[in-house]
C-alpha cells in the first residue's frame, strides 16, 4: 500500500504553510524595514549600532508586526505558493469547484455518529456537559468567531489547526494581546421557529459569550487566556490577552469553546433538547438510542464562498457502535462512512468488494491522544529515571506496533502524541540522541536496573480500565509482554470505569499490592487535543486541577504533608522517600512533571512565541527533554481509520479530509456529497 | 381470589420501597461517583479538582446527605416524577423510560415466543422420544444454547451468516411497530431469535424432564388404556401438567431477559432500558439507575404474579384465598 492521505497532505500543507510564512515573513520584515527607514539619519554607523539595539529591545514588537501582516500576507501567500511551483494544491482547488454537486444535490448521507464511540448525547447543550457526545454535535448546528476547517486557503502562521472564518472576518491582529474580530453581516440564525431566520448580531454574541462564562466548565481555561472580551458598535469584538498566547487562535477556533447559541432557546427551555444555531446543519430531530439527524441549511453564510455547501441535503449520525454491526453496514451500503479503528481495519479490508480501490476507501488520522505507562513519582521505583527510562527501552514499540496495527500506517508518539505540525517522530534522526530512549535496547535497559538498584526487574501491578474498549486492551497486553523479556513482570488489574477515574486516573494508587509495586498504571490521558498546549496545561502543568500524577499538593514547602499522604502510614516494604531530596524534580527520587522548574520554563517559552516555525522548534526541543524525563513512558500511535464507501465525494475527490477534532460537523461534514448514482450502481 | 390479588398488589409497595433503598445505597457504596466520570474530559484549568467537585456538587444537589437525597428522590417519585439525568437535561427520566421501555418489552415478548415455540415441542419430541437419536440431538442442541454465549452468537451471525448467505445488512436506525411494522420487525428478529434460543435451551430441557415424569405417571398409562390416541394423551393429559413447573421457569426467564436484552441492545443499537441502564452504571447517573430499576423491578413482581396466578388456570387444583 502506498503511502497516502494524512501524511502526503501533511507534506504538501506544510510546503504551503512555509510559503505562508515566508510571505509573512517577508512582509513582516519588510514592515520593519520601512520602520527603520522611517527613521533614518545620516550618521550610518550610529544609526546601525541604535538599530540593533532598538531590534533587540523590540523584539516583540516585531513580532506583533509580522502579525498584523498576517491578513495581507496570507493573499501574498495565496500567491507566494502559487508562483513557487504548488501547481498541485491549485489544479485540485480547480478541479473541486468543477467537481462540486448542486446545491441541495448531495444526496443523504447516514454514518454513526463518533464511530466505534457513538453514544447518546446527554444534552445538546455544549455549556452543559464536556463529553465529546455533547461537543461534537454543537459543530453541527452552531457557528462561531473562527471556526477549524479542512482544506482553508487562508492558515495563520501561529495557529496549529487550519482555521477560516465563521461568523467573523479572520481576525486583525493588533498586538501580541489585542485581536479584534469583525462579525459577518451576512450571518443568520436558522430559518425555524423561534428563531425564523433573524439576523445573528452583536447582542446575541454578547448574550452567548456571558452564558459561556457563567456555564461551561471550558470558560475557565478561556479565561486564564483572555482577559476581556469587548464588543463595539461597529461590529468589531476586541479581544485582550492577558498575555501572548501562541495558540490562542487555534483556542478560539476550538470546538469545545464559545459556540453562539440564541438567548431565545435558552429561555424558552429548548436548549438541551431543540438547538438551533447558525452553523451548516438545521437540527431536526435527536431519537436517543437510534441517531442525530439535521439537514442542511441553505443560508449558511459559509456556503455562499463554498459552491453552495452544505451539498448533502440530510445527514443521519447513528448511535450504532458495534463494531461488526458497523462494518457490515458499511460493506452494505447502509452506512456510507465510519470512523473505525486500526482494530478492526483488516475485519473492514475483508469485508468491501474485492474492486473497491483500498487507497480511496481508507483514510488514515495521525493519533493525538497522548497514553503509555503512568506512575506516582514519590515511592519507589518510579521516582527514579533510570526505571522510567528502561521501562521505555524495554518495550518493543514496533513489535506492539505489528501486534495491534494492522493498517501498517501507525507509529511512536513522543510526549505529546502525534500532534501535527508539532510532533517529532522519536525513531527521526531530528530527534536527536535523546531517540535512544524510544529504541528496544534490553542492554542498556538492565545496564539502568542495575544502576537504580533493581537488577532482577520489578514485578508490578499495572492499573487501568477495560471500559476503553478491545482493541486498548489488546495494546496494554502488547505493551505488557513486550516488556517483561526485561524483567517487568507485569500484571493487569482492571478497574470500573468510575473507580478507575476516580482512583489511579487522579493518581491516588494503592501503596502496595502483595508485595509488588501498584504505583504504576496504562492508558490514555487526554482527547480532543489541537494544540500541544491543550496537554502542557491539562497533562503536565503544575496549575492543572487533574492532578494525574498524584496529590495536588506536590510542593517542597508542604513535602512533609505529602509524604504522609503518599505512603498513609502504610508503606511497609518501600524505602522511605528522602525528605531532603523530595520536590528537586531532576533528582532521581520525589517529584513529577508538576515540579519540574526547566519543564515549566520551557512551557512559557513556547507559549510567547508567535511565529509558528520558532514554535515549533520549541516544542520539539519540549519533547526531546519529555524523553530524557520519561514522566510517561508513551506507547505506540495507532492511526485513526475511516472508511468512505467509493460514493462519498469530497471536493478534493483524491484526498477525503477528515477531521479529527471535534469540529467535525463543521469542518468536514459540509463539504461531502454522496454520488447517488454510483451507490445504487455499486449496492 | 381478589383478597390473593389485593395483598399482593399491596405487598408492591414495601418491596419497591425495599428496591430503591437498596438500589440508591449500592450505587452510594459503589467507588467513583458522578463527578469522578466527568474528570477524564475535565481540562483542569482555573480550579481544583476539589473546587470543580464543589460546584458541580452544589449545582446537581450531590452535596446533600444521601438520606436527603434519597428522601427528595422518593418525595417526588411518588409524585410521578423520577427525575432527570445527571448528565444532562435532554429529557426526564419519565421521557426516558416512556420511550424506551416498549422497546425492550418488545425484544422480550419477541424472545419469548421465539424461545417458547421452539422449546416446547421441542422438549416434548425429545421426551416422547426419549434416548433416539433425535432425543440426543435436540438435548445437544438444548446443551449448546446454554452454553454459546449470547454476544459471540450474535457477532457469528453478523460477521459470517449474513455475508454467507448473503442476507440484507440489518437496518442501522430503529422505527416502532407503529411508525413501520416491517421495519421494526427487520431490526429486531435477530436479536429476537439469538435471545430466544438462549432462553430456549433451560426451558426445553425442562420441558423434556417434566414431560417424561408426567409419561410415567398413573393417570397418563390410563389414558393409554382408555384407548387415547398418543397425541391426545400427550397434549391433553401429559402436556398440560408438564407445564406448570415450565411456567415458573417463563416468568423467570422474562426477569432474566432484561439483562440479556442489555447484550443485545447494545450490539444491535435497540434504544431500550438494558442499553441506557448500563451508560447510567458506568457513569454513576443515579436518578437514570434508579428509575430503570423501578421499572425492572415492577415488572418482576408482576410478571410473577401473573405467572402464579395462572397457575389456577393451568392447574384446577390450585385455588388462592
Not at chain 1, 495558540?247 to 477556533?253: D, G, I, Q, R
Not at chain 2, 451471525?157 to 448467505?165: A, K, N, R
Amino acid at each position: 500500500m502506498s503511502e497516502r492521505n494524512y501524511w502526503q497532505r501533511m507534506r504538501r500543507r506544510q510546503l504551503s504553510r512555509r510559503a505562508l510564512l515566508g510571505a509573512s515573513a517577508r512582509a513582516g520584515v519588510g514592515a520593519a524595514g520601512l520602520a527603520l527607514v522611517g527613521c533614518g539619519d545620516d550618521d550610518d554607523d550610529g544609526q546601525q549600532a541604535a538599530a540593533q539595539v532598538q531590534q533587540q529591545d523590540q523584539q516583540q514588537q516585531q513580532a506583533m508586526q509580522q502579525q498584523a501582516q498576517q491578513q495581507q500576507a496570507q493573499q501574498a501567500a495565496q500567491q507566494a505558493a502559487q508562483q513557487e511551483g504548488d501547481d498541485q494544491d491549485a489544479a485540485m482547488q480547480q478541479q473541486a469547484v468543477s467537481a462540486l454537486p448542486a446545491p441541495g444535490a448531495g444526496g443523504t448521507g447516514v454514518s454513526p455518529y463518533v464511530g466505534l464511540s457513538s453514544g447518546d448525547p446527554p444534552t445538546l447543550d455544549p455549556y452543559e456537559n464536556l463529553t465529546y457526545r455533547t461537543q461534537i454535535g454543537s459543530a453541527y448546528h452552531y457557528a462561531k468567531l473562527i471556526r477549524e476547517v479542512e482544506g482553508a486557503p487562508g492558515i495563520s502562521p501561529i495557529n496549529t489547526a487550519e482555521i477560516s472564518e465563521d461568523a467573523s472576518r479572520l481576525p486583525e491582529v493588533i498586538d501580541a494581546t489585542t485581536y479584534v474580530f469583525n462579525l459577518r453581516e451576512d450571518v443568520h440564525w436558522h430559518d425555524v421557529e423561534p428563531l425564523n431566520g433573524r439576523q445573528l448580531v452583536m447582542d446575541d454574541i454578547m448574550y452567548t459569550y456571558d452564558r459561556f462564562r457563567e456555564v461551561s466548565p471550558n470558560a475557565a481555561g478561556w479565561d486564564k487566556v483572555v482577559a476581556s472580551f469587548e464588543g463595539g458598535e461597529d461590529n468589531a469584538i476586541t479581544v485582550g490577552l492577558h498575555r501572548p498566547h501562541a495558540p490562542f487562535l487555534t483556542l478560539a477556533s476550538s470546538s469545545q469553546h464559545l459556540w453562539f447559541i440564541p438567548p431565545e432557546i435558552v429561555d424558552d427551555g429548548t436548549v438541551a433538547s431543540r438547538p438551533v444555531g447558525a452553523g451548516p446543519w438545521i437540527f431536526e430531530e435527536f431519537e436517543p438510542g437510534v441517531a442525530l439527524r439535521w439537514r442542511r441549511n441553505p443560508n449558511w453564510h459559509i456556503g455562499n464562498d463554498t459552491g453552495g455547501a452544505p451539498f448533502q441535503e440530510t445527514i443521519t449520525k447513528t448511535m450504532q457502535n458495534d463494531p461488526n454491526v458497523i462494518i457490515q453496514a458499511i460493506a452494505d451500503g447502509n452506512l456510507d462512512m465510519s470512523l473505525l479503528s486500526a482494530a478492526v481495519y483488516r475485519q473492514m479490508e475483508d469485508a468491501i468488494p474485492d474492486t473497491y480501490d483500498l487507497d480511496r476507501y481508507f483514510v488514515f488520522t495521525p493519533n493525538t491522544v497522548p497514553g503509555g505507562f503512568y506512575f506516582n513519582f514519590s515511592i519507589p521505583p518510579w521516582n527514579d529515571v533510570r526505571m522510567r527510562l528502561a521501562l521505555s527501552m524495554a518495550m518493543d514499540r514496533d513489535g506492539v506496533l505489528s501486534a495491534t496495527d494492522d493498517t501498517g500506517q501507525g507509529g511512536w508518539q513522543s510526549g505529546i502524541s502525534q500532534l501535527p505540525p508539532f510532533w517529532l517522530d522519536p525513531k527521526s534522526d531530528e530527534f536527536g540522541p535523546n531517540s535512544q530512549y524510544f529504541h528496544l535496547n534490553r542492554a542498556e535497559a538492565q545496564k539502568l536496573m542495575d544502576a537504580a538498584g533493581y537488577p532482577d526487574g520489578v514485578q508490578a501491578l499495572v492499573h487501568n480500565t477495560a471500559d476503553y474498549g478491545a482493541a486498548t486492551n489488546n495494546l496494554y497486553a502488547a505493551c505488557i509482554a513486550t516488556v517483561a523479556e526485561s524483567g517487568f513482570q507485569m500484571e493487569i488489574f482492571s478497574k470500573e470505569y468510575a473507580a478507575y477515574i476516580a482512583s489511579i486516573f487522579r493518581g491516588n494508587f494503592p501503596d502496595q499490592w502483595d508485595g509488588e509495586s501498584s504505583h504504576l498504571a496504562i492508558g490514555p490521558f487526554y482527547g480532543g487535543a489541537t494544540d500541544p498546549e491543550d496537554l502542557f496545561a491539562a497533562v503536565y502543568s503544575r496549575t492543572s486541577g487533574r492532578h494525574n500524577w498524584g496529590s495536588s499538593s506536590r510542593t517542597p514547602d508542604n513535602r512533609d504533608g505529602v509524604l504522609a499522604l503518599d505512603t498513609g502510614g502504610n508503606a511497609e516494604g518501600w524505602s522511605p522517600v528522602d525528605a531532603d531530596t523530595f520536590g528537586h524534580p531532576n533528582s532521581a527520587i520525589g517529584g513529577g512533571p508538576e515540579l519540574d522548574e526547566t519543564l515549566h520554563q520551557m512551557f512559557d517559552d513556547q507559549r510567547a512565541l508567535l511565529d509558528l516555525e520558532e514554535r515549533i522548534e520549541a516544542i520539539n526541543d519540549i519533547q526531546r527533554y519529555l524523553a530524557e524525563q520519561m514522566y510517561y513512558v508513551p506507547y505506540v500511535a495507532t492511526p485513526g481509520v475511516y472508511a468512505f464507501n467509493p460514493w462519498v465525494k469530497q471536493n478534493d475527490f483524491e484526498n477525503i479530509h477528515p477531521k479529527t477534532t471535534y469540529g467535525w460537523g463543521g469542518a468536514f461534514e459540509p463539504y461531502v456529497w454522496m454520488d447517488q448514482a454510483l451507490k445504487d450502481e455499486l449496492t | 381470589m381478589n383478597q390473593y390479588v389485593i395483598r399482593r398488589l399491596l405487598l408492591i409497595i414495601p418491596t419497591l420501597l425495599g428496591v430503591t433503598i437498596l438500589v440508591s445505597l449500592l450505587v452510594e457504596l459503589l467507588p467513583g461517583d458522578f463527578v469522578d466520570t466527568l474528570l477524564e474530559e475535565y481540562t483542569g484549568q482555573g480550579e481544583s479538582v476539589q473546587e470543580f467537585r464543589a460546584r458541580i456538587e452544589a449545582q446537581l444537589g450531590l452535596d446533600r446527605p444521601w438520606h436527603e437525597r434519597y428522601g427528595d428522590w422518593l418525595w417526588n417519585a411518588l409524585q410521578g416524577d423520577l427525575g432527570t439525568s445527571l448528565q444532562g437535561s435532554f429529557r426526564t427520566v419519565n421521557e426516558e423510560l416512556q420511550s424506551r421501555i416498549p422497546v425492550t418489552m418488545e425484544l422480550g415478548f419477541l424472545a419469548l415466543v421465539v424461545g417458547t415455540i421452539v422449546a416446547l415441542p421441542v422438549g416434548v419430541i425429545s421426551a416422547v422420544r426419549q434416548d433416539s437419536a433425535a432425543d440426543y440431538i435436540l438435548r445437544g442442541l438444548a446443551v449448546l444454547a446454554l452454553a454459546v454465549p449470547g454476544f459471540w452468537l450474535a457477532v457469528i451471525v453478523i460477521s459470517i451468516v449474513f455475508p454467507t448467505l448473503g442476507l440484507p445488512a440489518l437496518p442501522v436506525t430503529y422505527s416502532t411497530p407503529t411508525e413501520d411494522l416491517p421495519e421494526n420487525l427487520r431490526k429486531m428478529y435477530v436479536p429476537a431469535i439469538l435471545l430466544g434460543v438462549a432462553l430456549a435451551g433451560p426451558m426445553m430441557r425442562l420441558t423434556r424432564g417434566e414431560m417424561l415424569e408426567v409419561l410415567r405417571q398413573d393417570y397418563v398409562r390410563t389414558a393409554r388404556a382408555k384407548g387415547l390416541q398418543e397425541n391426545a394423551v400427550i397434549v391433553q393429559h401429559a402436556m398440560r401438567n408438564a407445564l406448570i413447573p415450565v411456567l415458573t421457569v417463563i416468568g423467570l426467564q422474562a426477569s432474566l431477559l432484561i439483562g440479556g436484552s442489555v447484550i443485545m441492545e447494545s450490539i444491535f443499537n435497540l434504544p431500550g432500558m438494558g442499553l441506557k441502564m448500563i451508560e447510567a452504571l458506568k457513569r454513576r447517573d443515579i436518578p437514570i439507575v434508579m428509575g430503570i430499576m423501578v421499572v425492572i423491578a415492577l415488572f418482576v413482581i408482576v410478571v410473577n404474579l401473573v405467572v402464579d396466578l395462572a397457575y389456577s388456570l393451568v392447574d384446577p387444583r390450585i385455588r388462592y384465598s
